[in-house]
């Protein structure tokens, strides 16, 4: 088997109330971006701090934190969220400025899927719809083939697996794609859970629709901690890659992102896997 790829999603949901690691001014992702490559990140995502932005505005704010990282790291491998416009319209166009400006890695959320919290009674709660068409879908996917980029695939449901498949088959995904399986404690990502929990048998069932398909994929623990679940260890064995980071992490310690890379590596060497470089990973998944 090849090398990890280590994803690190820095930064999201999870506020510095919850754990004071976490990076939000742009000083602080570009410091953490930068220790998380040298501790074996290979990928690395992250959010703004800034909502109703237009679409310049919003790739200006992720570039102050990602020019100083390209400054000292040109091999970096860095990638924004959805933009979230006015109202939380959710739109892929700053991935064009973004593009021009020398990012390489984008990313389509290929589904629609509930999120919200739990009442006391633990039943969920909440109207937020992440809204995903099929036709946001094509136009993520369009942007990436127009500018070059390697879309990150988030997959929360099964079905947004089988929609990237449909597309795999037509021979219509952009190249540089990767696919991350999220697996939903009952934590979840907002507090009620979603999608398939994190076993060993959730896994199989994803694996059996990847079967066939050569499109790296990751795994990752959204609402608990990816390295301390069995998890990362069931995707090692099968040749799998590792997405993780304060954005989903959920647990009794307050890490770093650092730290969580650290493990990671780790972990790796335990199964006798090397870790990517982000050069290494930008030629495993065929990045444009």
């Not at 754990?19 to 939000?24: A, D, E, F, K, L």
């Not at 919290?117 to 136009?139: A, H, K, Q, W």
Request: charged residues 20%.
């Amino acid at each position: 088997m090849g090398p990890v790829i280590i994803e690190c999603a820095i930064n999201g949901v999870t506020p510095k109330a919850t754990n004071p690691h976490v990076p939000v001014e742009p000083s602080e992702i570009t410091a953490d971006a930068l220790a998380c490559i040298e501790a074996g990140a290979a990928i690395v995502h992250n959010h703004i701090d800034r909502y109703g932005l237009s679409v310049e505005q919003a790739a200006e704010r992720y570039l102050e934190a990602w020019r100083p990282v390209l400054a000292v790291r040109p091999d970096a491998l860095l990638y924004p969220t959805i933009h979230f416009g006015e109202g939380f319209a959710i739109s892929y166009e700053h991935l064009i400025p973004l593009a021009a400006a020398g990012m390489r890695v984008g990313l389509a959320d290929p589904g629609s899927v509930n999120l919200g919290g739990v009442g006391p009674d633990g039943v969920p709660t909440g109207n937020l719809v992440y809204s995903n068409s099929f036709d946001t879908i094509g136009r993520a996917f369009e942007i990436c083939h127009q500018t070059g980029l390697g879309p990150s695939l988030a997959i929360y449901e099964p079905g947004f697996l089988r929609t990237t498949l449909a597309w795999w088959r037509a021979g219509r995904l952009p190249a540089g794609t990767m696919i991350k399986l999220y697996f939903s404690t009952e934590s979840g990502y907002l507090g009620a859970p979603f999608g398939l929990p994190p076993t060993e048998r959730a896994l199989d069932a994803y694996l059996e629709i990847l079967d066939g398909c050569d499109i790296p994929w990751a795994v990752s623990v959204v609402g608990g901690d990816l390295c301390a679940s069995p998890m990362a260890r069931f995707a090692l064995e099968r040749g799998g890659h590792l997405h993780l980071g304060l954005e989903f992490y959920r647990g009794d310690r307050t890490p770093t992102n650092v730290e969580l890379v650290t493990e990671a590596v780790r972990l790796c060497e335990e199964f006798g896997r090397a870790v990517a470089t982000p050069g290494e990973a930008a030629r495993m998944l065929g990045l444009p």
